[in-house]
């Protein structure tokens, strides 16, 4: 007996009475099979559930979906009260949204990642540029100063010499006699004594010998 033939039995119809068609059979996700008269499935439609011996029993109230992915509502029993297919497809477009708007913030992610790590080797570049700039200036400046300590060693040493030079003048002159004594008589051969004018012209050691040899 084929399944037609038993849906026909477990409906108690007779092959002598009005034919019934039924068009259309699914399984549901659960593995449920279900039949209905009608060629689709749709609102208000008779739906059924086949059972393993080949009977059948209205569709309980609830909600159920097929393997193929459509949703449906039976609020009385034995009858589709509304399909889902729309809300299933909106729920589909929207995952595939939601991916590709995922996909899109993982893309901006890695391209912002990119553009960071391009960013710091540009940077790192520059701060080399610049360290070599500052050792280069530094380098120089050290040179500098090394010439200039230099010059400044050769100049104090130029600067001692002359010092020992000049002290050993001062020590060779205060040893040798003076020349030419200080001759007091030039104010005496005046036949006069000397005024406080003629006294302001002498220096300090004239004025001691005058003193001493007019005592």
């Known amino acids: 007996m084929d399944l037609k033939q038993q849906i ?4 108690g119809l007779d092959k002598q009475e009005e034919s019934v068609s039924l068009e259309y059979q699914a399984k549901l996700e659960d593995g449920t099979i279900i039949v209905s ?15 393993e011996d080949g009977t ?3 569709l309980p109230v609830g909600e159920y979906k097929t393997e193929d992915g459509q949703g449906f509502s039976v609020e009385v029993e034995g009858v589709v009260a509304e399909l889902y297919e729309e809300e299933v497809v909106e729920e589909e477009a929207t995952e595939e949204t939601e991916k590709e708007e995922m996909n899109e913030e993982i893309t901006e992610e890695v391209e912002e ?10 940077f790192m570049d520059e701060v080399k540029s610049v360290v070599v700039d500052l ?4 380098n120089t400046e050290i040179e500098n100063l090394k010439s200039e300590l ?3 060693k050769s100049t104090n040493e130029e600067l001692s010499s002359e010092k020992e030079k000049l002290s050993a003048q001062v020590v060779e002159l205060s040893n040798e006699p003076a020349a030419n004594p200080v001759d007091i008589n030039k104010f005496s051969a005046l036949g006069k004594e000397l ?12 004025r001691i010998l005058y003193n001493i040899t007019n005592k």
Do not use: H, I, P
């Open 37 to 51: 008269t009608a060629d689709s499935l749709e609102a208000g439609v008779d739906v059924s559930v086949l059972t």
């Open 8 to 11: 026909l039995v477990a409906l």
């Open 135 to 138: 050792m280069s200036n530094v």
């Open 195 to 206: 005024t406080q004018k003629d006294l302001s012209k002498m220096t300090k050691r004239q």
């Open 113 to 122: 990642t990119e553009a960071v790590e391009f960013d710091s080797v540009a």
């Open 150 to 152: 230099a010059e400044l």
């Open 56 to 58: 059948t029993m209205l």
